[in-house]
């Protein structure tokens, strides 16, 4: 009898997925056109920053994990479908974005930036952008930030699919600028002799996380703990400088573990200290 009663108490008890310690593979994707985050490979598949920290992230989970590339206006709603655990594409967190999907806390700081054809007058105050054409990446915060501000500031905003194609448009003279984050366009600009790194939006700094479904806590969660575990190794800080050129400074997110779950002060925050537990 008692072996029924226990066998009948086991069988009510939810099911919960062992995380870290296996399972099925994580399914994720990126903006494979967004250098240095993520690129195509000669010999097929990705690269770049953010696919070498997710494999590794998945790595110290015990999973397996499925990257795909795909255009970043539409990562958001195939995760929120169910296609993806989660994105490892880098996602600027927002009050806007917080609200409708869980974030871990940031890995990376981002802060928006300007690059212009080369020879051409630098821009040194967001008043300079009146009367120009900007090119963005479409669906991205710095598209966002182009369409809230155009009539303000008086610059014309062009999306485009993929970052490339925005850079293409101040190359050919379509676009006068180009508007991505700090680290995307000094590694353009290493890439294309003609594009210039030029004014830097400081008011702009935000998190690069990773973004969940509202309902997946617990694999938020367990993906923050590795991030943790990676800033304390060095192991993330490591990666940064690899792919970006320089080393993090010690305030930098790579290096800082924030307190609670995801990013402080903004919607799906949790605050409940923890400690990282790390192998």
Partial sequence: MR?????AA???????????????????????????????RLEGGVQGFNVDLFR????????????????????????????????AAPVTVTKERAEGMLFTEGYLFTEFQLGIRRGNAPIRSLEDLRGKAIAVNKGSAYDAWAQANAERLGFTA????TNPDAVQAVISGRAYAVLAGNTVV????SQQRNLVP??????????????????????RNAVENVLECMKRDGS???????????????????????????????PGYDPTPHEPRCN
Wanted: aromatic residues 10%; without cysteine; charged residues 20%.
């Fill in 236 to 266: 993330l800080a490591a990666l940064s400088e690899k792919w970006f050129g320089a080393k993090p400074a010690a305030d930098d997110a790579e290096n800082t573990v924030f307190p609670g779950y995801g990013v402080p002060d903004l």
């Fill in 56 to 87: 590794e992230v998945a790595r110290r989970l015990g999973r397996e994990i499925t990257i795909d590339s795909a255009s970043f206006s539409g990562l958001v709603p195939a995760m929120n479908a169910g296609r993806y655990d989660f994105l």
């Fill in 186 to 189: 000094k590694y353009a600009a």
């Fill in 158 to 161: 062009q999306a485009y699919d």
């Fill in 10 to 40: 086991l069988a009510a008890l939810p099911v919960l997925p062992a995380l870290g310690q296996g399972g099925p593979p994580l399914r994720t994707a990126v903006d494979g056109t967004f250098a240095p985050h993520a690129y195509p």
């Fill in 198 to 219: 030029d004014f830097v939006l400081r008011e702009t700094r935000a998190h690069w996380a990773a973004p969940f479904r509202r309902d997946n806590v617990e694999l």
């Fill in 3 to 7: 072996r029924l009663l226990l066998a």
